[in-house]
DNA sequence: GTAAGATGTGACCCTGCGGTCATGTGACCA
DNA sequence: TGGTCACATGACCGCAGGGTCACATCTTAC
């Protein structure tokens, strides 16, 4: 946690701070970057940043709270009552903000990137046990159930299309961002449409049921 | 590429220069990797270092080509007539020795993770414009195949199945050597199995082909 | 034996890092 | 006016990094 003193700062100022530092984290990654960098930018001494923050790791945890704040805000209305829709639509959902959150603030995004890269870096462990724990068990709980209604084959490896399916959200919106568009529009619904009836029917060509999925 | 004084030593003094090299890289990444370290731990001269190689760059990229070297070796006879096999006959076989590899070279594999993690830094770029443009095409050429064959829907997105085929191979890897096992071993064809009939079915419930993939 | 060339060596250079601290400054209160 | 307290400052510290270089030591050839 930043000190009193930070806190204390003139609003512009903090968001002064706060940008640079985002910058620096999106361009350098956790060890690279530079305070001296971050202080320059910003145009306060160096001196005053370890009046504001313990230290670097004080800092990014801080910026990492922000965006995960920042980030229940895109969370779909849907997702409240998880019981009443199915597995799709709350993945859908799901995407959807995950994708938007990126596409509008592509820093943070990096940051993220950067953070997921870096899984053997002792900062990781420091982030992720603030906010990793439930991310697996949450697509276990989403399968099981699913499995219970009907709505997915009941043979899967749990386990293993959890971890799958949280982890093919990155590469959607890596692909989303690296191919197809920077920003969150029209074209972001269809990639997530084209990703969700490949999750139910799969791409093998002999299955009645496919192309339900796509309506483009 | 690393200087002729390199190559004119024994060959047990470089083999142990390069694995001592392979164990720092795979355990620091490219920035945070030592010079320092790594002649200490061969004990060698840091002056010994720079006649063997031009910097540490030199060396991190002739790592990779021995490691692209050794990978080709995994690779399945059947890829040698890709036009003879289906489409999931012949990604089971890219995903095999893909695995095989990573479990066999686990040391490599981490610096490949660690390398892919990091692609804004500079040296992704100069390892990728080695190796990698070939990786997508390779894929999109395959499902375009797959698909005037009949084996692979014609409706899906050729350029995004291609990125999510090619990216998911890592996940799987990642999957299996987390939470399966730390060795190539029978799990390891169940687990690609299973992602095999996931590719080609889905999970979706209504799919009367489904199951058909997975004979465990 | 000795000259020449290839190899080996580690002290040393510069740079930038995260982090500290003595000192300065200005607002507020008595 | 003087004291106090929160905040600002940048020179400075120790350290580790990559990279260099003058010199020592081996190998080979005549």
């Known amino acids: 946690m930043p000190k009193d003193t930070f806190f204390n700062l003139p609003e512009d100022k903090r ?25 320059a930018k910003s145009g306060i001494a160096k001196g005053s940043f370890y009046q504001y923050f313990e230290d670097k790791q004080d800092l990014f945890l801080y910026l ?3 965006a995960a704040e ?24 799901i995407y959807k903000s995950a994708i938007q959150f990126a596409a509008e603030n592509p820093e943070y995004a990096e940051i993220s990137k950067k953070l997921l890269a870096n899984k053997g870096a002792p900062i990781y462990r420091e982030v992720m046990a603030d906010s ?21 084959r ?11 399916i949280a982890s093919m959200n990155t590469l959607v919106i890596e692909y989303y961002t690296k191919y197809v568009a920077q920003h969150y529009d029209k074209k972001m619904l269809e990639t997530i449409e084209k990703f969700l009836d490949f999750l139910k ?16």
Chains 1, 2 share one sequence.
């Open 154 to 164: 009941a043979d899967i490896d749990v386990k293993m299309f959890a971890y799958m």
């Open 132 to 152: 990793f724990p439930s991310a697996y068990m949450f697509f276990e709980t989403l399968l099981e159930n699913a499995i219970a209604r009907g709505e997915v």
């Open 64 to 66: 990492m709270q922000l």
């Open 15 to 39: 968001t002064l701070i706060c940008d640079v530092a985002i910058h620096e984290f999106a361009e350098y990654s956790f060890d690279r970057a530079s305070i001296n960098r971050i202080v």
């Open 201 to 216: 029917y799969g791409i093998g060509e002999n299955n009645s049921e496919s192309q339900k999925g796509v309506k483009l």
């Open 70 to 93: 920042k980030k229940v805000n895109y969370l779909s209305p849907l997702m409240h009552n998880p019981d009443q829709h199915d597995i799709f639509t709350l993945i859908r959902e």
